[in-house]
């Protein structure tokens, strides 16, 4: 979501000026709106971590999101707007910061990173031709109402695979799951040796010809 939601303000600057009826000078308030919420989320993301812990930080991060994109979606007053940029940029923040923190400090982190950040570049590519569409449509802010539909589905997917789990407590479950694979193939092997405690058990393999 946070590249969908970097990528789709361009496309419908022109109607925002339309309906507003304001300049590109004050339109550019979208922009600098976004960017106090994220550098807000970024202040306050330590905090909110040590006191709340990564699964509930995370899923505050794509609530904010649900928050704004239901501000957008009627085209409220311009200020709202931007205030509904702002709360957006906040719940992007805190997103950015838990996920590339919690990828970092996973085992073999850089592919996961660089798929993470790839997925960043397909949202990037998908928005905006999503969104220059409903720039030619009279009721252009319900182009919100399609990330407000993807922002929901977020919130549900983080909810249930995080579960308002601390980061210490995902790496740790990784971990054992990855031993837990490990001791299942080791044994799987050691069952397919033969048993040299039992008469003739290499009888038919090659060392014993």
């Keep these: 979501m946070a590249s969908w939601n970097d990528a ?18 004050i339109v550019s308030l979208v922009f600098i709106s976004n960017f106090c919420g994220f550098i807000s989320a970024s202040l306050l993301n330590v905090f909110l971590t040590d006191r709340h812990g ?9 609530s ?10 009627w085209a409220p007053p311009f200020p709202l707007f931007c205030v509904a940029y702002a709360i957006n940029g906040a719940g992007v923040g805190l997103q950015d910061a838990q996920a590339n923190t919690l990828l970092s400090g996973m085992p073999n982190a850089s592919p996961k990173l660089g798929w993470a950040h790839a997925f960043y570049g397909f949202g990037a590519l998908a928005s905006p031709l ?7 449509q009279p009721n252009w802010s319900y182009h919100y109402l399609a990330s407000l539909g ?5 919130v549900a997917i983080q909810s249930a695979v995080f579960r308002g ?8 479950t990784e971990s054992f799951e990855r031993a837990g694979l490990l001791h299942v193939c080791l044994t799987a092997t050691v069952d397919l040796l ?4 039992r008469p003739g058990s290499l009888q038919g393999s090659p060392s014993a010809v």
């Design 150 to 154: 993807l922002s929901l589905a977020s």
């Design 130 to 136: 999503v969104a220059t569409q409903f720039s030619t």
């Design 64 to 73: 904010l999101q649900v928050v704004a994109y239901s501000l957008q979606c």
């Design 54 to 62: 990564f699964g509930r930080v995370i899923a505050l991060g794509a």
């Design 194 to 197: 033969p048993d040299m405690s």
């Design 8 to 25: 789709t303000t361009g496309p419908l600057l022109v109607r925002m000026e339309e309906h507003y009826s304001i300049g590109y000078t």
């Design 165 to 172: 789990r601390r980061e210490e407590a995902l790496l740790v």
